[in-house]
């Protein structure tokens, strides 16, 4: 399988300053590449590609021999290749009739990775291996950098990355050949609904909490912002204010992530088979305030759910269950999650009247009640194993 492993890196106040450098070459980098397409198109009529930019880079870093020749020639091109996949995307969009979003120039502080597509070349991975207590990353231009590896890296390493979160910077490293650990069978099944007022729901009856971690920090954000809309641009308690804000969403991502990774990780040392509703999450949380000549209706209560929806994570939790599950050899199903809140489990009936608040369901027909959401769970379970033995009679 191919897995990332992400650490925390240690440089010294140099080499923060040097990668600080890298991160703004590179962005410098991409936006002159972005503009020589733009101008290219606009003047002549000429369509740029990778290969006519990567082309020329030899010349760039001849000429800037103290700036963009102090770094790594594939993690050039490996910006210039994040460019070209940026324009791919904008045509993909164009061709299926959806809002395209042209590429955008990157200002400062919108552009903070950069990565090598390959170790060794530029980079190498536990440069020091004879060190007996530490971990470093060899990156040209920036040195030796202390790596805090808090875990094994297994399987080999193909691709280095560093990133800058805030004040903090990490080095994130994509790895093939990383072996599977299954876990031994429980022959136990599970349907999950996924919620607001509890994060998870299981079909027997067991439900997660919904932590609220955006929630909690809303009355510190909301003064932080405020703060910062009163401070002058340019300014330096500006950029300590746009600091404590960045500190602050990323403390309830840290959250977030930590949460869903326990609560999966329990789900699959629990159950073999797993049954989860195909959500459209996007499509979800999508606004309601219409427009001028056509207004939405209940524009801030459908605002409220939205932020509930996204504070609550579902899309998180769904993609760091899904490689756990396939990690530890467990059966994941999606399904539509179409009426499983509404049907009888017993009877089969379908209403919108079955589902008479939040959290009770009774059948109009066979009078049978449970709670709304585990009755939602054993339907998506219900659901998840007709398609699972429907896919092996076939």
């Not at 020329?56 to 210039?80: N, V």
């Not at 300590?240 to 960045?246: E, H, L």
């Not at 797993?274 to 305030?289: D, F, G, K």
Request: charged share 25%; hydrophobic share 40%.
């Amino acid at each position: 399988m191919r897995r990332s492993f992400r650490f925390l890196l240690r440089p010294t106040a140099k080499q923060a300053a040097a990668l600080a450098a890298c991160l703004e070459d590179h962005r410098q980098l991409y936006n002159a590449a972005l503009e020589h397409r733009r101008i290219a198109f606009r003047r002549a009529g000429v369509s740029i590609r990778y290969g006519d930019q990567s082309g020329e880079l030899t010349h760039i870093r001849a000429d800037d021999p103290d700036g963009q020749a102090r770094w790594s020639f594939s993690s050039q091109q490996s910006t210039l290749r994040r460019l070209d996949k940026a324009f791919r995307a904008f045509f993909t969009r164009v061709g299926k009739g959806r809002t395209p979003g042209f590429p955008r120039f990157k200002g400062t502080g919108w552009f903070n990775s950069v990565q090598w597509p390959k170790d060794g070349d530029g980079c190498r991975w536990d440069s020091q291996p004879e060190h007996p207590a530490a971990t470093y990353v060899r990156l040209r231009g920036i040195g030796q950098v202390r790596v805090h590896r808090h875990r094994r890296v297994l399987g080999t390493v193909k691709t280095i990355s560093v990133k800058r979160e805030g004040p903090r910077w990490y080095v994130v490293l994509s790895c093939d050949d990383v072996p599977a650990g299954p876990l031994p069978a429980t022959g136990a099944a599970a349907g999950l609904d996924m919620g607001v007022a509890s994060l998870i729901t299981t079909s027997d009856g067991e439900h997660v909490t919904n932590p609220r971690h955006l929630a909690a920090t809303a009355g510190r954000l909301a003064a932080a912002q405020q703060d910062l809309a009163r401070k002058r641009r340019g300014s330096k308690r500006l950029r300590k204010t746009v600091a404590r804000v960045a500190a602050l969403h990323a403390k309830v991502r840290r959250q977030r992530l930590d949460g869903a990774h326990k609560a999966a990780l329990a789900l699959v040392r629990a159950y073999d088979v797993i049954v989860h509703e195909n959500l459209r999450i996007a499509n979800m949380t999508r606004s309601a305030s219409g427009t001028i000549e056509a207004p939405g209706r209940k524009v801030a209560q459908k605002s409220g759910l939205n932020r509930s929806i996204l504070d609550a994570g579902w899309g998180v939790f769904l993609t760091i269950l899904a490689y756990k599950a396939e990690s530890a050899g467990r059966e994941l199903i999606a399904v539509d999650p179409r009426n499983t809140s509404r049907t009888c489990p017993r009877c089969g009936h379908s209403a919108k009247e079955n589902r008479l608040t939040q959290a009770t369901f009774r059948c109009t027909a066979c009078g049978h009640t449970a709670h709304a959401d585990v009755n939602a769970a054993t339907n998506i379970l219900r659901a998840g194993l007709a398609l699972r033995h429907a896919a092996r009679a076939a």
